[in-house]
């Protein structure tokens, strides 16, 4: 973890290094694996050293937030663009506004997320990448679909709502090794022809990255604590 009082341009590189390094060393190539980088509840100054220094992928866990963060800047920042990550739970009367400013929604959990969410994409012309988010540790505060009921989910987000998700999302449980959760995961996805994974946060990137991350969701260890 990061100190707060660490420039983030060097805890930027050095999250960079080592996602390097993990990829490396599970013989998979660092371009394989994308860091976004996770700026909820930070503030710009911690932000715009990273911003700087060529990260262009930012995970944001609120709408709202998102929004008021990065809807002027997203049109600074011009060519090549930013790519936005929701990584926090989306309520129904907030999918329109989802659809309409992210490029990455990964936190599909329930088929009236996915009915709003296939009616919005119809209605915008407009379709943001989709993950599935799967509760792999079953905590009932904890969003995402249960495992045992992924793969009938991931069936009727295909054949009823006609919309392809990508890839999949865990978070997993705060006490236990994650490894067995990024592997079942894994294995999820491996089954239902999804190549991508969102795993691993700034406690076990590393981690995540050998059981096959193809992104990992990175905040603190990037950006300092939050406040
Ligand atoms: C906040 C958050 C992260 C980043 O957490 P860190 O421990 O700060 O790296 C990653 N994923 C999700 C879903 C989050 O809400």
Redesign the pocket.
Known sequence: ?AASSADPAQSYAAVVARIARAAQAAGRASADVCL?A?S??QPWEAIAPVLAAGQRVF?E?RVQEAQARWAERRAQVGTGGLALHL??PLQSNKAADAVAFFDVI??LDREKLARVLADEVQAQGRSPRLYV?VNTGEEPQKAGVVPGEADAFIAAVRATYGLEPEGL?C?PPVDEPPGPHFALLAKIAARNGLSRL?M????D?ETAIRFGATSV???????G??A
């Open positions: 973890m976004v996770v909820k509840q995970g866990n990584i926090g990964e936190t988010q999302m978070i969102s691993g946060m700034s406690d990137f969701r990175v905040g603190s260890a990037v950006f604590a939050r």
